[in-house]
């Protein structure tokens, strides 16, 4: 446990022992000031004990609905009383971000969930008879002695700077797959991206949506904060939840404070906290990071998002951010439009938008998609890939630049309300006579500044030739690859 003290600063080690059964956590006051959430939490008959990560946003209504009498503020609490109550049907019920388990003391048995999406992260080790669950791989690593590289994984990694199907980087960790949850040693899926709507909503119902997701992650007893790229995502979330400070990170000579700025002084009136970063301490961070967690980093502006949390970490316990709206609205626009032009899927054509270096590996990339060709249409294929397996390394990447600064990370986009309602809508819907994010910028066009409406997707950009002095863009790639498995090869 002490390997991520960070994860939950507030209160640590935690621990119940049983046998040869452990649990412990960290917690992190993100949501009440409270002091009796600092324990691990039990039934009232003590037959059940749950440890928790994450936020369950629905909370007050599930409570309320199934009328459960509480006695402190934890979210742990009712969570325990809808398993006892409903079992894994319970988990239908939860609007939130979540990975926990729950220790059956007489049957000796767990129950294990994580949320729709994978915001919140769970890994698993089973080796004989060692199970081992957490958030996190470096424990794991730790507990279970020697693991070796995954060459898929490593291969996957080079190719697309993610992980997919289960796989991490090493052979005997795998995680576990959102949407699912284990039940006597078996993993059950309980929720499955499907389309389930063909006409598109109103914009009102849309708006109401997005007002509704945000507002479900603006409660806190602590300061709320946003990051604050100057794209429309960040700006929209940073509007409506009226947020005082607001958090953006650049290079000197490379960022995207200029139109941070505009948005903070003609739309939010918040203050924005400038966060700068040179390519020696980027090397620095990055280097800091990989031999921490023992794990390589997926996406370069992970470092830069790390280096702003420390700014964040000053004024903002909980940090909202715009991670789902490119794949919700289709907003990387190059691979959506060809994949709409297309009556056939060509994975050959797929890898040249969306993959790494010159030579592609098609082993590891159809692997990544086999589970969206269920969906027969390229732009269904892509949506589909897009919406589960490239935003989970996105999510990824937040949850380590938040919770390593003891930061508690929130995304209003990734609600499963808005991908349920969105997923598989007409193409033109989303791109309305080239207009990328359609809808968004229709439905906001009355508040946000024109300059910003029209911005192309930056997002916290890194040079990375400059960083690794080089202006090939498959070698410098090629030297994201080569720096991370390196140092983390040192230090295994």
Not at 147 to 154: K, L, P, S
Not at 266 to 292: P, Q, R, V
Not at 358 to 366: G, M, P
């Amino acid at each position: 446990l002490s390997l991520m003290n960070y994860r939950g600063a507030d209160a640590s080690n935690c621990i119940y022992e049983l046998e040869n059964y452990k649990l412990g956590y960290h917690r992190l006051n993100a949501k009440d000031l409270v002091s009796d959430n600092n324990q691990l939490f039990f039934s009232p008959d003590k037959r059940y004990c749950v440890i928790f990560d994450g936020r369950i946003y629905n909370l007050k209504e599930l409570q309320k609905e199934n009328k459960l009498i509480a006695t402190t503020q934890s979210d742990a609490e009712i969570l325990i009383k809808l398993y006892i109550k409903y079992k894994s049907n319970m988990l239908s019920m939860l609007n939130g971000m979540f990975a926990f388990i729950i220790f059956d003391v007489h049957k000796k048995q767990f129950f294990a969930a994580r949320d729709r999406l994978g915001v919140k992260p769970l890994y698993f080790y089973a080796q004989g008879n060692q199970f081992i669950f957490s958030s996190e791989i470096r424990p794991i690593l730790e507990l279970a002695g020697k693991v070796t590289i995954d060459d898929v994984a490593e291969r996957q990694y080079r190719m697309m700077r993610n992980f997919f199907n289960g796989r991490t980087i090493y052979n005997e960790i795998k995680e576990f797959p959102a949407g699912c949850y284990m039940e006597n040693c078996r993993i059950k899926t309980y929720w499955n991206l499907d389309i389930k709507y063909d006409d598109p909503p109103s914009d009102e119902e849309l708006k109401e949506l997005i007002i509704s997701s945000i507002k479900y992650r603006n409660t806190s007893d602590i300061n709320v904060g946003s990051y604050l790229s100057g794209g429309i995502d960040s700006t929209i979330i940073s509007y409506l939840s009226e947020s005082r400070h607001t958090y953006t990170v650049g290079f000197k000579e490379y960022n995207e404070f200029m139109w941070s700025d505009l948005a903070a002084s003609k739309l939010l009136n918040s203050t924005n906290h400038k966060t700068i970063i040179d390519k020696d301490e980027f090397i620095d961070i990055a280097k800091k990071i990989i031999t921490t967690r023992k794990e390589p980093l997926l996406v370069p502006n992970t470092v830069l998002i790390y280096k702003m949390n420390k700014e964040v970490k000053k004024q903002s316990e909980v940090i909202l951010s715009g991670e789902g709206a490119d794949e919700l609205f289709y907003g990387y626009d190059r691979i959506f439009n060809w994949a709409n032009r297309v009556d056939e899927f060509d994975i050959i054509e797929f890898s040249r938008y969306y993959c790494y270096g010159s030579k592609y590996d098609y082993e590891v990339i159809n692997d990544a998609l086999k589970p969206f060709y269920r969906f027969k249409k390229p732009i269904l294929i892509v949506a589909a890939f897009f919406q589960i397996a490239h935003l989970k390394g996105l999510l990824s990447r937040l949850d380590l630049a938040t919770v390593m600064c003891s930061v508690e990370g929130r995304t209003p986009f990734v609600d499963y309300r808005l991908v349920q309602r969105l997923f598989g809508l007409d193409f033109n819907y989303k791109h309305n006579n080239g207009i990328v994010k359609a809808p968004l910028k229709r439905i906001f066009s009355d508040k946000i500044p024109p300059e910003i409406i029209q911005r192309r997707k930056v997002g916290f950009p890194v040079p990375l030739n400059e960083v690794f002095n080089t202006q090939d863009q498959d070698s410098f790639y090629d030297e994201w690859f080569d720096f991370n498995m390196k140092t983390l090869r040192r230090v295994l």
